[in-house]
C-alpha cells in the first residue's frame, strides 16, 4: 500500500504553484525556453489586441494552446477547484462592459434608450469584445501554465546559467517557494474555514467572491508574518557577507524540442505584424 502511495506521489512534482504532473513535457521544457516562448505569444497577442478590431482568430490560437498544455501537464484541475476559477466569471464580466459602454458599428441588434442616453449593442462591438476578452484570457492562462508548470529549482538553475547576481537568484527563489507555501496555506486555511462551517461549495458568484474576500486575510496575514521571520532568520544567520549559491545537481539542458517551442513562439509573433 505504502509503494503504491509512493509510485502516485512520484507521478507528480511540485511546482511553484501547486503541483503537475513529472511525464509532462511542458513541465520538462527548458524553463528559458518556456519563459521566452510566455514572452513571444504575450507580445503578438498585445499587437492584436491592441488595434480598432483584433484578430479573434489568433488570440483563440493562443488560447487553445495555453489551454490544451494546462490539461497536458495536469494542472487545469487546480483551476476548476480553486478560487482562480473566479478569473473565468472577471473576464465575463469584463466582455459584459466592452460590450455595454463601447458602442461601435452601424448594425445595432439591441437598442434602448434609458435616462435619455442610447444603450446599443452592435455586431462590430460583440466582436472586438470576444476579440479583445480572448487576448486578455490568452495571456493570464499563459501565465498560470508558465507558473503552474515550473519548479523554483528550474528557475534557479536558469537564473545561474544566465549569471545573475546572487541576490536577484536568491530573492527569486524565495517569492518562488513562497508562491508555492502560499498554495499549501490557501488549503488549509480553506479546510479549516470549512470545518468551522464558514465554507461550501456554493455556486452562488457572490457567495464566492465574499468566500474569497474571507480567506484572503488570514491568508495575507501569514504571508507577512513568514516573510517578517524569514528577514530576522537571514539577518541572524549573516546573509549579507553570503557570496553565492551551491553548485545544482540537476539542470534541463536546452534540448531540440526547446528549440522548436521557441521558433514556434518566433513564428506566433510574427503572424499579427504580417
Known sequence: MQASASRGQKRRVKTILFSARSDSFYVNMNPIAKFLLLILLSVGVVESIIRPVPDLTYNLLVLVFALGFLFESGTIKYLVKSYLALLVVALFVMMAWWIVFNQIGTNPIFSMTLFGATLRITYLSIYVGIG???????????????????????????????????????????????????????????????????????????????????????????????????????????????????????????????????????????????
Not at 152 to 167: E, G, Q, T, V, W
Not at 186 to 203: E, P, V, W, Y
Not at 212 to 229: A, E, N, Q
Open 132 to 274: 479583445k476578452i480572448s487576448g486578455y484570457a490568452s495571456m493570464a492562462f499563459m501565465t498560470l501554465l508558465t507558473i503552474m508548470s515550473t519548479r523554483d529549482a528550474d528557475i534557479i538553475s536558469a537564473l545561474k546559467r544566465l549569471r545573475a547576481p546572487f541576490k536577484a537568484v536568491f530573492f527569486a527563489s524565495l517569492i518562488a517557494r513562497s508562491l508555492n507555501i502560499m498554495s499549501d496555506d490557501l488549503d488549509s486555511i480553506r479546510q479549516a474555514q470549512f470545518a468551522r462551517g464558514a465554507g461550501g461549495a456554493s455556486t452562488n458568484i457572490i457567495k464566492k467572491v465574499s468566500a474569497f474576500v474571507m480567506l484572503s486575510i488570514p491568508l495575507t496575514t501569514s504571508m507577512i508574518k513568514r516573510s517578517v521571520d524569514m528577514g530576522f532568520a537571514l539577518e541572524s544567520r549573516g546573509f549579507s557577507k553570503s557570496k553565492g549559491l551551491s553548485d545544482f545537481i540537476s539542470e534541463k539542458r536546452f534540448k531540440a524540442s526547446d528549440a522548436a517551442i521557441v521558433a514556434f513562439g518566433a513564428f506566433m509573433l510574427m503572424l499579427p505584424f504580417i
